[in-house]
């Protein structure tokens, strides 16, 4: 098992630039969920990518948007950054969105708006 | 609407002694439950499931109860150990999109040696 990686580890924005996040997924899940945990929250979801495509969406604006690679790696983007997009942004991997629950979540990026 | 509540923000319980983490859920359509445990500056790891066909979970220390009826769940840890302290989520699925989960707002154990 390769496991799931995150990266950048800590990124600093000012409000209004884009941010592009990047996750790894466990060898074989060809599902990927990203999640968006602010301070003293549980982590929210954004939405789910299976097959390359977007299946399933949280209750996010479209400036949060997302690509999924048929090498298990993915990308988070979020365009016109605002102060409240301040969070730990969390992705997991399962088989599919059938099946595999969400045991394996990556570390997180913690992303600051100024 | 919180669908998945923790009403306790915290918690603090003696080494040796058993912790009990609650967790309400308000959508039925929800038929698989699970407990995650988080350290800062990691993300969630996963700890015990339990699908809505059952009452109850058992793995190691962790024992997982589901009460339906009172759509209510609980971890339970058994001793509790001081490496326990962290922040554990509840969190609900539907299996027909096991990807999306909802999640509590955490309870953080503390465990005093």
């Known amino acids: 098992e390769t496991g799931v990686t995150q990266s950048p580890t800590h990124l600093i924005k000012t409000r209004g630039q884009q941010v592009t996040l990047r996750c790894s997924s466990q060898?074989?899940?060809?599902?990927v969920s990203w999640y968006q945990q602010a301070l003293g929250q549980g982590p929210q979801f954004i939405f789910q990518y299976y097959r390359e495509e977007e299946n399933g969406r949280g209750n996010f604006p479209p400036r949060f948007s997302g690509l999924q690679f048929p090498n298990y790696s993915s990308e988070l983007n979020v365009n016109a950054l605002e102060l409240d997009d301040s969070a730990l942004y969390l992705c997991?991997?399962?088989?599919?969105?059938?099946?595999?629950?969400?045991?394996?979540f990556g570390p997180g990026t913690r992303l600051t708006v100024l | 609407d919180q669908q998945v509540k923790q009403n306790s923000p915290s918690l603090s319980v003696q080494e040796g002694r058993i912790s009990i983490l609650n967790c309400d859920y308000t959508n039925s359509m929800f038929d698989y439950f699970l407990w995650y445990k988080k350290y800062p500056a990691e993300g969630p790891t996963f700890l015990i499931s339990i699908s809505s066909i059952k009452d109850k979970n058992e793995d190691g220390r962790f024992t997982v109860f589901l009460n339906k009826s009172a759509k209510h769940l609980s971890l339970h840890i058994v001793p509790s150990q001081p490496g326990d302290s962290a922040v554990y989520f509840c969190a609900a699925n539907s299996l027909s999109n096991a990807g999306k989960s909802t999640f509590g707002d955490g309870t953080t154990l503390t465990v005093k040696p």
């Open positions: 997991a991997s399962s088989q599919t969105p059938g099946q595999g629950l969400l045991k394996f």
């Open positions: 060898s074989g899940h060809n599902t």
